[in-house]
């Protein structure tokens, strides 16, 4: 079955970095865009960033436009976000998830179980 397993959470000072990565399997990685979406203590859910199936797009919400890069590497069927300077309000658990088509935005199908980054002193 189509899976989504996000690894690379934890607990960062501001201004530092860090790298998620989400391996997907059950399905052609290479054929789906992807996106990031999180959801920050006692808030909604955000949508952080998109990539087209190719690599060829991507997409960012302001708020992290310059600090955050999405990538995927399709021959390891792997998204990643790179977060940089950090911010306390980037505090959320982060979720991968699967786009309906090569595009987006789309449905968003399916969702990993989601990793938690902490950005506190």
């Known amino acids: 079955q189509v899976q989504l397993v996000e690894s690379g959470g934890g607990l960062v000072q501001p201004g530092g970095s860090l790298r998620l990565s989400c391996a997907a399997s059950?399905?052609?990685?290479?054929?789906?865009?992807m996106t990031w979406v999180r959801q920050g203590p006692g808030k909604g859910l955000e949508w952080v960033s998109s990539?087209?199936?190719?690599?060829?797009?991507?997409t960012y919400v302001d708020s992290v436009k310059g600090r955050f890069a999405i990538s995927r590497n399709n021959a390891k069927n792997t998204l990643y976000l790179q977060m940089n300077s950090l911010e306390p309000e980037d505090t959320a658990v982060y979720y991968c998830?699967?786009?309906?088509?090569?595009?987006?935005?789309?449905?968003?199908?399916?969702w990993g179980q989601g990793t938690l980054i902490t950005v506190s002193s």
């Open positions: 998830v699967k786009e309906s088509g090569i595009s987006y935005p789309g449905d968003l199908e399916v």
């Open positions: 059950g399905f052609t990685f290479s054929t789906y865009a």
């Open positions: 990539i087209t199936s190719g690599g060829d797009r991507t």
